[in-house]
C-alpha cells in the first residue's frame, strides 16, 4: 500500500523470515558460525535459543543457503507431536516410505536404513527442529536415540534445535542428561541494542530500496523502548509506522506516528517505557516524580528553621487560627525566617 509512496520495490518489514533481510550484527555473526561448526562437527546436537522473535529461524534458513550440495535437510515446524507422529514427519519429509499403521520400530528401521544409505552415498543428513522447547521428553530421548546410529568417524545424523530459553531448562533435566552431553555447540540469541535497531531498520529499508532518512532520532528511540529490540516487534512496529505516515503525507516518521504504531501494535501491552532522550520529550513527568520530595524537603526546612531561631513561642498562636489564616500564617513563616 505504502510502497509506491517511499519508493519501495518490496514491504521493508515483513515478519517471513527471509535470509535476504538478515542484519548479521556481531552476535549474529556468531550463532551462525556455531551452527556452521556444529554441522561440520560430524554429528551431534547443535542448540540455537532466544525470546521469541529474535531472529533464530532466519539465521537458520541463512544457515541453509550456505550447506553444499550434498546435504539432505528435514525441517519440522510443529514439534507438538508425539514420538512416532515426529518419526512419520521425519520419514515424510526425507521421502522415506513405511508402511501403513507403522510401529515406532518399522519406522526407526526405515530411517537407519535411509541414514545408511546416505552415508554410502557421501550425503550429510541434518533435521532441524524448531520451536524444539515444546518436544516431550519421550520425544527427545527418542531423538537422542536416533543419534546412536554412528560410524568409527561420524554419526549419521545431525539434529539443530531451535528455541526458546526454556529449553535449556528442559535439558538441564536429569532424566534428559544423556542428551545434554550430546551438544557440541549451542548459542543464545540476544535482544538487539539501541544501535544495533538502528542500523536493522536502516539495512533492511536499503534491501527495499529505499535510500535516504526515514525516521527521526525521537522515532528510533521509541522504536526500540517499545520493542526491547526483539526484531519481530521492530518490524511490526515499523510497518505499521510507515502506513500511519503514508495516511498523513508524511515522508519523514517522527515521534508521534511511532507512538500511535505502538499503541496499536501492543494493545493492552502497551505502556510508555523510559529510553535515553525520550525524557526531553515528557520532562514534566520527570519532574511530577520530585515533587512530593520537594515539598518534603521544604517542610523540613521550615522546621529546622524555626527551632534555630528560637520563634517557636510565636508560631503557637498560628495553631489556634483556622481556615484561611492558618494557611496564609504557614507560607508567611519560611519567608519571615529568611528575611
Not at 137 to 164: A, C
Not at 179 to 199: D, G, M, N
Amino acid at each position: 500500500m505504502y510502497q509506491e509512496f517511499f519508493g519501495l520495490h518490496e514491504k521493508p518489514f515483513s515478519i517471513a523470515p527471509d535470509p535476504r533481510y538478515l542484519y548479521m550484527t556481531e552476535q549474529h555473526r556468531e550463532a551462525l558460525a556455531h551452527l556452521l561448526f556444529g554441522v561440520g562437527d560430524e554429528g551431534g546436537f547443535i542448540l540455537l535459543t532466544g525470546e521469541v522473535g529474535t531472529g533464530k529461524t532466519t539465521i537458520c534458513r541463512s544457515l541453509l543457503n550456505r550447506l553444499p550440495d550434498n546435504t539432505d535437510v528435514a525441517f519440522i515446524v510443529n514439534p507438538r507431536l508425539s514420538v512416532d507422529e515426529l518419526l512419520q514427519s521425519i520419514c515424510d519429509d526425507f521421502s522415506i516410505a513405511y508402511p501403513d499403521n507403522a510401529s515406532i520400530k518399522d519406522l526407526v528401521d526405515a530411517l537407519n536404513q535411509f541414514l545408511m544409505n546416505a552415508y554410502a552415498s557421501g550425503k550429510n543428513i541434518i533435521l532441524i527442529i524448531d520451536e524444539a522447547q515444546n518436544l516431550a521428553d519421550e520425544v527427545l530421548e527418542q531423538l537422542r536415540l536416533l543419534t546412536n546410529l554412528e560410524t568409527n568417524e561420524k554419526k549419521l545424523l545431525q539434529l539443530i534445535l531451535l528455541g526458546q530459553p526454556e529449553l535449556n531448562e528442559k535439558l538441564a533435566q536429569k532424566n534428559l542428561r544423556q542428551l545434554a552431553q550430546r551438544v557440541t555447540a549451542r548459542f543464545h540469541l540476544k535482544p538487539l541494542s539501541e544501535s544495533e535497531t538502528i542500523a536493522y531498520i536502516q539495512h533492511r529499508l536499503y534491501v527495499a530500496g529505499y535510500r535516504g532518512e526515514l525516521f527521526s532520532k525521537s522515532a528510533f528511540k521509541c522504536i526500540h523502548s517499545q520493542s526491547g529490540g526483539v526484531p519481530r516487534l521492530v518490524n511490526v512496529i515499523c510497518d505499521r509506522a510507515m502506513l500511519g505516515a503514508y495516511a498523513e503525507s508524511q515522508s519523514l516518521i517522527e515521534f508521534p506516528v511511532v507512538l500511535e504504531a505502538c499503541k496499536e501494535v501492543l494493545g493492552a501491552s502497551f505502556r510508555l517505557k523510559s529510553a535515553s532522550g525520550m525524557s526531553a520529550i515528557f520532562p514534566f513527568k520527570r519532574l511530577s516524580g520530585l515533587l512530593p520530595l520537594l515539598l518534603i524537603a521544604l517542610l523540613m526546612l521550615a522546621v529546622i528553621l524555626i527551632f534555630q531561631q528560637g520563634v517557636w513561642p510565636d508560631i503557637l498562636p498560628i495553631l489556634s487560627r483556622t481556615n484561611a489564616d492558618v494557611v496564609a500564617s504557614i507560607f508567611s513563616i519560611p519567608i519571615t525566617l529568611l528575611g
